[in-house]
């Protein structure tokens, strides 16, 4: 894998973080996730 894409990864997941970690707890709930959940989804959502 290359630093380009290595860096596009990282940035897809970190979006991807800020981006659930702004939801309310009940919306995660409604989704089936806790806090706890969001780096394992961001990941998943990268690959």
Do not use: H, N
């Not at 894409?5 to 981006?19: G, K, L, M, N």
């Amino acid at each position: 894998m290359s630093l380009t894409e290595s860096f596009r990864r990282w940035r897809q997941y970190r979006i991807a973080c800020t981006d659930l970690q702004q939801m309310t707890s009940r919306e995660l709930e409604d989704l089936g996730l806790t806090r706890r959940d969001i780096p394992i989804v961001a990941r998943t959502a990268v690959k």
